[in-house]
């Protein structure tokens, strides 16, 4: 699993949202490396993590890959950041993720409770999704699969990854967030996608979870709106809200200051 490292301080593991990769966090990894060391990795077969699983030592055997990139699932994206904390001897994390990567956030959660500190979520949601979603984003794999992802991905996706606001005062995050989805491998884009429509509802994980939380949400997130970080927000015990003007769906991209002010307290909080 490849990963960027930088900074000192108590861990913070941030989990990228879909389709990009870990590099969405380089503008809020300035301003958060002075008080945290901010590890990221790429989710399996994004970025530059492949899709078999071969840089993982708990799916290092033939048999056990191929099953996971037959069966996708955000359970084994979950197994792969649990040895990225083995091997780099982390007991326990603050753990965060945008979109997918909370997603993946909660599967950690169920897996390995005891290994989170810490829960950061960000323009996320807990509930599975219905069965017209998950048809969506088949017929997206399938696409991915059938003619790559140059050009249409980017186009499908940006307006609801980034707010209006950041639309018209920040076209160069627009255009890098668009690059960074042309860059993504087509293989790796349709099995996240499978593996995102087959993951379960998680309110009752985050109901279990009783260490600190917060929850970032960007005030223009049209996939999942402030209302719905509110209902992620009620349902852990001992969390906060924190909503950001002018923010996407992809909000620690879209304003890293802004989203950085937010969690740099909160880590002062829970030490």
Known sequence: MHYIESGVGPPLVLLHAFPVDARMWHGTRALLEGQARVITPDQRGLGQSPLDGSSAPNLADEGATRRAAEQPDLETVATDVIALLDGL??????LGGCSMGGY???????AAPERVAGLLLADTKTIADNEDQRANRRNVADRAEAEGTAGWLAENSLP??????TRHERPGVVDEIGTLIDEQPAEGVAWA??????RPDSTGTLRGFTGPALVVVGEEDAITPPETARDVTAVLPHSELVTLPGAGHLSAMETPEAFANAVLPWLDRIG
């Open 89 to 94: 001897d982390l007991s326990e994390v603050v």
């Open 104 to 110: 993946v956030a909660m599967a950690v959660l169920r």
């Open 160 to 165: 609801g990854l980034v707010s209006r606001t």
């Open 193 to 198: 996608q499978r593996a995102m429509a087959a």
